[in-house]
């Protein structure tokens, strides 16, 4: 049985015609739908206005915000600042949950239903998402193989009351593994779930970028610097996804990008006390593995869990 105060979807959108009637279309279809879904379009300059009016005009809990352009794409924290547009229109305490979802997602019909019955079975999970998919040249569904203990920014979903407690996203690459980390320092969790009720299509392959996948790896290199990322870690990372395709090259751009911020000094989050915890986690997930590091966190933390 879902929360009765039901859940809200925001997704900042830009140009997202090739890809997003398959997601209208699987919103559409869930099991329970959304209490309202805001869609921020973010000057579109293709057809996604149009289909956009369209939808909104066979279903009333889809709302269209116009936001002006801003002359381009932007990542991070372009993404961020068109998700806030869409948040300021609402009143939180409506919904029980909230939801960042992108319009490049294929979803299963149970989706948001599987979502909020794992979340009241446990309360402590602040954000949490099933797992990205993505179909690769021969048909073949190919997991983007994030860990569990993140839940993943493109369907990111939400406590409202967790939301709340965190202060929201910061407006900066890797918003969406920073919040999690977060969550775990304040003594809550954070999740995401390899089963196949919660598995999706990532229509548009996480870490490509618009500007091409190599961009889009040396994005993830300078926002693992940001967020507090200690070398020895970035260097396993960045050798772990020398297994994915662009095959070593995306590693290496990873390291390109955090050697490049590190050498010009760029600003990193000014939360000091979270850069910190992610470090020691991150020793300690070197030491033992993340599922054990995280586990131990958790444990520790649990007398800090507001509820």
């Known amino acids: 049985m879902a929360d009765p105060l039901g859940y809200v979807l925001i997704s900042p959108c830009r140009n997202e015609a090739e890809y997003m009637r398959r997601t209208l279309d699987s919103v559409v279809a ?11 379009d973010d000057g579109s300059s293709d057809e996604t206005p149009l289909i956009l009016a369209d939808y909104a005009a066979r279903h009333d809990w889809i709302r269209v915000v116009p936001k002006p352009d801003r002359g381009k794409r932007a990542v991070g924290p372009g ?4 998700f ?8 939180p ?15 299963p019909n149970g989706y948001f239903e599987g979502l909020m019955e794992r979340m009241e079975a446990d ?3 602040a954000s949490c998402s099933g797992k990205a998919y993505f179909e690769d040249e021969k048909g073949n569904m190919v997991s983007e193989s994030i860990s569990d203990d993140m839940s993943l920014g493109m369907t990111k979903f939400y406590r409202v009351t967790a939301f709340e407690a965190l202060g929201g996203f910061v407006r900066e690459v890797m918003w969406d593994g920073i919040d999690c980390h977060k969550a775990r320092m304040l003594g809550w969790k954070a999740v995401s779930w390899d089963v196949p009720e919660l598995r999706f299509n990532h229509l548009r392959p996480m870490g490509s970028s ?5 961009t889009g790896r040396r994005r993830h290199g300078f926002g693992q610097y940001y967020m507090g990322t200690g070398p020895l ?3 396993a990372s960045a050798i772990n996804k020398m297994r994915q395709k662009p095959y070593v090259l995306g590693g290496l751009a990873i390291m390109q990008g ?16 979270l850069r910190a915890f992610i470090r020691r986690y991150q020793t300690r997930a070197l030491m033992v593995g993340k599922a054990r590091a995280v586990a131990e966190i958790e444990k520790e933390r649990s007398s800090l869990w507001p509820g």
Not at 30 to 40: E, F, G, K, N, R
Not at 84 to 91: A, H
Request: glycine share 4%; hydrophobic share 45%; net charge negative.
């Open 30 to 40: 869930q099991t329970i739908t959304p209490a309202l879904w805001v869609i921020v």
């Open 79 to 82: 993404v961020i600042e068109a």
């Open 123 to 125: 309360p402590r999970i």
């Open 93 to 107: 305490s409506d919904y029980s949950y909230l939801c960042k979802l992108d319009l490049d997602l294929d979803l």
């Open 210 to 214: 618009q500007a091409g996948i190599f």
């Open 84 to 91: 806030y547009v869409g948040y300021d229109t609402i009143n």
């Open 258 to 273: 955090y050697l490049g911020a590190m050498l010009r000094s760029a600003d990193r989050h000014a939360d000091q006390e």
């Open 233 to 235: 870690f970035l260097v």
